[in-house]
């Protein structure tokens, strides 16, 4: 929807700081920006118009708390046009609200305010969420159905209360530097401010190397912190902080249920979700892969609105054979939707990784953010908002590894004694099967931290390649707290609950905001609705997986909406093709000079990488996803501490 920025302890003549930290994510909202400095406060928004386009700006300021609607918007067109008088950026008011999200039933909250006397003057649900702020203080959390991060002042007790939704959809940075508080949507606009001086946190390097995105609560820029999902915060009068967990995801598992019963809830919960995420005022698409996810969602849709739009890419390598826009196109053509594709050629993702990493904040190795720039490019060319079908793995049991430890049980009858070091011998030799005897040599807690597990680096390699390699956590330290909340429950929930945490807030959703905005496009994910996460958590392990399928509840369902061949088509996740193209010699070449650079010298043993990259080439070995984590992490590096300039868009055709 938008970008917000801000910070405590605002002067007057602050203005010109708070519009450079918008202007820098122009990008999340080229509808407009708006401006309110005044008490004490400074916060900054930019806008990208889907609900209320006339009456909706922000910042939007209440004169009082009480219920009759004394509304204003102290905004400011894009190009920088003068408001009216009454919608200054020195507006004063008793409370002031910046909001980046969408409240899908905020028509059901207003109408519940409303009949308790409270009045509005737009319809919007920015207007929504500030008065059921007021008229539940940060109860209002508990009764949201929506992605959001936001942060509300209170004039009266100068304070300022920030919240980010349930799972992370929405992100949320934050330092304190020499008095102030400030915090955005995104951490190259909190490096505007004069009062923050950037550094690196080698802590988040050595972390990133095992999970191949930022683990760690404090992000890549030493000082500069994630809210994390279902928190919020007060920043106090004095400068103090105080945080709290507001949501937790909890499990009551139903082995009663048949799983018939079960398939007509998804179903309902599912349609419900998808007409909830296509309230808006302007046209609402959908995303369409080969896979189960974003098909569902795409049918789903078109029963709301048959005139939709899909879009989807594939690579130019895979040509002439079955791939995901073949896949894509054919459903369209049965579902009776429009669809748009695209293949990325090489040249274009490879030139398309520095603009990447500069709209990503941090370092991101997981190569489908690069496919996910061009498939949001292209849908931005038609539509302002998207579904995407983010989620459904980590509810509904759909990654093959949750399969492990099903698989595991058959070697029940062997002492881990004699797994684990079975296991470290074949892993040593090359056989195939190490990881499988690993998996069975002791519980998920002892080997699983995420889906990054079989491609990142282990934490004792990790300590080879770094030259300062500094004392954090293994990755299953990190991961623990996770584990320890569903301690009494099956494994595969456990890994969910694991990948809920890490996987999906870090990796999947945060690649998933980003790349949308980078073209000022919104990207709603049905899955991951509050209402569809309490039916899906009490889904048994025989609904989720077996040996021979995953996500078993929910293909049934979708077989409601989608031919069989899609419903029951196996994952394949986003496919690139980065494994074939480092043994093409253009694109060796290019991670070789990365290599060898200055940055490289300082933060790797070169050897080792040299050694990565060139057995990779030879074909002794796939270290194609290894590869990729150091070399995102050096252009990023160098984007962000080097260069320090933005760097150029790719030319897309």
Not at 14 to 31: K, N, Q, W
Not at 420 to 440: D, F, I, M, T, W
Request: hydrophobic share 45%; glycine share 6%.
């Amino acid at each position: 929807m938008c970008g917000i920025c801000g910070f405590t302890n605002a002067t007057q003549g602050d203005e010109a700081i708070l519009s450079a930290m918008c202007e820098v994510m122009a990008h999340r909202g080229p509808d407009g920006e708006g401006l309110y400095v005044a008490d004490g406060i400074a916060l900054g928004h930019r806008r990208l118009a889907l609900i209320d386009l006339e009456g909706g700006s922000q910042p939007m300021v209440r004169s009082t708390g009480a219920r009759a609607a004394e509304i204003s918007s102290p905004a400011r067109t894009a190009a920088g046009a003068p408001c009216a008088d009454a919608c200054s950026a020195t507006a004063r008011g008793a409370y002031a609200i910046v909001f980046n999200g969408e409240i899908y039933h905020y028509r059901d909250l207003r109408a519940e305010l409303a009949a308790d006397g409270w009045e509005f003057a737009t319809d919007s649900d920015t207007e929504v969420l500030l008065v059921g702020y007021l008229a539940w203080g940060e109860a209002v959390l508990d009764r949201l159905r929506g992605m959001f991060a936001f942060a509300i002042w209170n004039r009266a007790t100068r304070e300022l209360f920030c919240a980010r939704d349930f799972f992370g959809i929405k992100p949320f940075y934050y330092t304190q530097r020499q008095g102030h508080f400030i915090f955005a949507s995104e951490i190259k606009s909190i490096l505007e401010h004069p009062a923050y001086e950037r550094a690196l946190n080698e802590d988040a390097l050595a972390a990133y190397l095992c999970f191949q995105f930022s683990a760690l609560p404090e992000t890549f820029f030493k000082g500069v912190f994630k809210l994390l999902p279902g928190h919020c915060l007060r920043v106090h009068a004095d400068g103090t902080i105080s945080e709290r967990r507001y949501w937790r995801p909890t499990y009551a598992i139903d082995r009663n249920r048949s799983e018939a019963d079960a398939v007509d809830a998804i179903d309902a919960a599912m349609r419900e979700s998808v007409r909830y995420h296509n309230v808006a005022d302007v046209e609402v698409g959908s995303f369409l892969s080969s896979g189960i996810d974003s098909s569902y969602l795409a049918a789903c849709l078109a029963k709301e609105n048959p005139a939709i739009h899909t879009f989807s890419v594939g690579f130019s390598l895979y040509e002439g054979n079955r791939d995901e826009v073949s896949w894509a196109k054919e459903l369209a053509d049965q579902l009776g939707v429009a669809n748009a594709s695209k293949h990325i050629r090489q040249e274009e993702y490879w030139d398309a990784v520095s603009r990447v990493q500069w709209h990503m904040d941090e370092p991101s190795a997981d190569p489908s953010a690069v496919s996910l720039y061009f498939v949001d490019w292209l849908a931005a060319q038609q539509v302002k908002a998207v579904l995407s079908g983010e989620g459904a793995d980590e509810l509904f049991g759909g990654y093959c590894v949750y399969q492990a430890p099903l698989a595991s049980r058959r070697l029940g009858w062997a002492p881990s004694g004699l797994l684990r070091p079975a296991s470290r011998a074949a892993r040593a030799l090359g056989v195939r099967g190490a990881n499988y005897l690993e998996r069975a040599s002791g519980p998920v807690e002892d080997w699983y931290y995420t889906n990054a597990n079989d491609v990142s680096f282990s934490a004792a390699e990790r300590d080879r390649l770094l030259r300062r390699p500094p004392a954090v956590p293994d990755p299953q330290q990190i991961v623990a707290p996770a584990y320890a909340e569903v301690a009494d429950l099956d494994e595969v929930t456990r890994m969910q609950r694991v990948d809920m945490a890490f996987w999906l807030a870090g990796d999947i959703l945060l690649k998933t905001d980003k790349m949308a905005m980078a073209h000022s496009l919104e990207s709603r994910v049905p899955f991951l609705d509050k209402k569809v996460f309490e039916f899906a958590s009490t889904l048994p392990v025989s609904q989720k997986v077996s040996p021979d399928q995953t996500k078993i509840a929910l293909r049934e369902a979708a077989e409601r909406a989608i031919p069989h061949d899609w419903a029951q088509k196996r994952k394949l996740g986003f496919p690139t093709p980065i494994a074939a193209w480092l043994r093409e010699k253009p694109f060796y070449q290019r991670v070789h000079h990365a290599f060898t650079s200055p940055a490289a010298l300082e933060f790797f043993d070169v050897s080792l990488l040299l050694k990565l990259l060139d057995d990779h080439k030879a074909g002794a070995a796939d270290n194609s996803r290894k590869i990729w984590i150091v070399y995102a992490f050096l252009e990023w590096y160098r984007i962000f501490f080097i260069d320090g300039t933005v760097p150029e868009a790719p030319s897309i055709r």
